[in-house]
């Protein structure tokens, strides 16, 4: 299983920022491209962005351009969502996991396995 944890969620104003991480736990990460997802209460569960292994590619949504930033420091085994001007509609659990990496070049963010984290809960409320 790769079993990543997620981490740094909170409840925020409209306009707040928030920074996710995204850690591995027994494997290094710098081999995987790696996908943040979420899911809103009532909806389906969506790839927001991701990043390959190199860090050299990263994708986002269209709803999330311009505002979330997706990074890594492979020397921490860790990824990160750096997430600015949140609006009440980023409301969501939001996951990590490592995905197909052409499938982050196409915005499919197939995963690699069935394992998802407990995730970490983002509220944006005022």
């Known amino acids: 299983q790769l079993q990543l944890v997620e981490s740094g969620g909170g409840l925020v104003q409209p306009g707040g920022s928030l920074r996710l991480s995204c850690a591995a736990s027994g494997f290094l990460l710098n081999h995987y491209t790696i996908g943040w997802f979420r899911q809103a209460p009532g909806k389906e569960r969506e790839g927001v962005s991701c990043i390959t292994s190199s860090g050299g590619i990263t994708n986002y949504v269209d709803s999330v351009k311009g505002r979330f930033t997706i990074s890594r420091d492979n020397a921490k085994n860790t990824v990160y969502l750096q997430m600015i001007n949140l609006r009440p509609d980023d409301t969501a659990v939001y996951y990590c996991?490592?995905?197909?990496?052409?499938?982050?070049?196409?915005?499919?963010?197939?995963?690699?396995?069935?394992?998802w984290g407990q995730g970490t809960q983002v509220a944006v409320s005022s």
């Open positions: 996991a490592a995905i197909n990496p052409v499938s982050c070049l196409k915005g499919d963010y197939e995963k690699l396995s069935e394992y």
